[in-house]
Nanobody, 126 residues
Framework: QVQLVESGGGLVQAGGSLRLSCQASGRTFSIYAMGWFRQLPGQEREFVAGITWNSERTYYADSVKGRFTISRDNAKNTVYLQVNSLKPEDTAVYYC???????????????????WGQGTQVTVSS
């Protein structure tokens, strides 16, 4: 089992930045591929960014490419999502997730994730 707790969300003006964090506890964090997803009210949860267990590979949704950066610090059991140049359409609840399904690749499929955090709200005002 692994527990995930997100933080760092908030209200920000368009063009602003936030740094989301996801603190993991429980089983060895470093063996998991990690990802960030987001969900708007009434919509399905969508993939935002993913990173392999050793940070060698990252992958981003087209909508955030060039603006968001995923990283991780296995010594601190933490994965981060730096979100820059925020737009009102980035407003959502952001979730981090952990996957044991892939040792070497980024996991994009929501169904391949084993554990989820409770989410952190990001609101971007225009």
């Amino acid at each position: 089992q692994v527990q995930l707790v997100e933080s760092g969300g908030g209200l920000v003006q368009a063009g602003g930045s936030l740094r989301l964090s996801c603190q993991a506890s429980g089983r060895t964090f470093s063996i998991y591929a990690m990802g960030w997803f987001r969900q708007l009210p009434g919509q399905e949860r969508e993939f935002v960014a993913g990173i392999t267990w050793n940070s060698e590979r990252t992958y981003y949704a087209d909508s955030v490419k060039g603006r968001f950066t995923i990283s991780r610090d296995n010594a601190k059991n933490t994965v981060y999502l730096q979100v820059n140049s925020l737009k009102p359409e980035d407003t959502a609840v952001y979730y981090c997730a952990a996957s044991l399904k892939s040792r070497w690749g980024v996991v994009v499929d929501i169904n391949e994730y084993d554990y989820w955090g409770q989410g952190t709200q990001v609101t971007v005002s225009s």
